[in-house]
């Protein structure tokens, strides 16, 4: 199954609980997205609050979805009119096949704005309201200081591919907008970390697992990977990055 097929599967069974939008965001929509390897990130806006039926007609349309090779990285929150301008209010996601809910956040919101892609319906515009500048600088910078700064002191997470992309990249994107103003790509960002000053062999690493054929690690190089990433990361984060919030 190609990417596009599970779209059109996902819309055809959202269609009788009569989505007044759905769009995407993210690697999708942003240009960067890789079919295997990335995640599918939508946003749903659903005619009113969804019901205890509701709720389970949609865990039952993403399970549905389980036998697909690609349904797994399908994440979906489901906003309603009344509530979607609220940007600290948990929604309704299906994320990780699992049900959960979380906020739909500035950068989501900003994305959606910058080049979110229809997928059906009414475009972001018309049903999101914009986020300012400083709104969105807030976020960042807030976001790095209370959630990665704190993690860069937990050891044992840096051992983990994940932590090291995402807390770099994160970063990188971070710098970007607190700096111009704008957002960039998980791509762009692994080039904007080499003049930022980041390991270059950890960020070679990043790459050729994000976007090559990755070789087997060395012995002992996810420990030395994990001891420079915090490293670096830490006083990055603590310099002009916490200044903002």
Known sequence: MTT?????????????????????????AGGDYQEGRSDLDLIAVLPGPPTLGTVRRLVALHRGQRGE?????????YLTPATLHDTDRPHLTWAHERVTRRPVTPVTRR???????????????????????RELAHFVGRDQRDYW??????????????????????FARATVTLREGRLISKREALAE????????EVV?????????TPAPAAAGWSS??????????????????????
């Open 4 to 28: 596009a097929s599970l779209l059109d599967g996902f819309l055809h069974a959202l269609r009788p609980l009569r989505p007044r939008a759905v769009w995407a965001h993210g690697l999708l």
């Open 69 to 77: 090779p690609l349904a797994a990285k399908l994440h979906c929150s």
């Open 111 to 133: 994305e959606l704005h910058t080049f979110g892609r229809v997928l059906h319906g009414e475009a972001p515009a018309a049903l999101l309201p914009p986020v300012p500048d």
């Open 149 to 170: 700064r704190p993690a860069v002191d937990k050891a044992r997470l840096w051992r983990q591919d994940i932590w090291v992309d995402l807390g770099l990249l994160t």
């Open 193 to 200: 970390l080499a003049a930022l000053g980041a390991p270059a």
């Open 204 to 212: 070679e690493d990043v790459t050729r697992r994000r976007y090559g």
């Open 224 to 245: 030395r990977r994990a001891g420079l990433t915090r490293a670096y990361l830490g006083p990055a984060i603590d310099a002009p990055v916490a200044t903002y919030g």
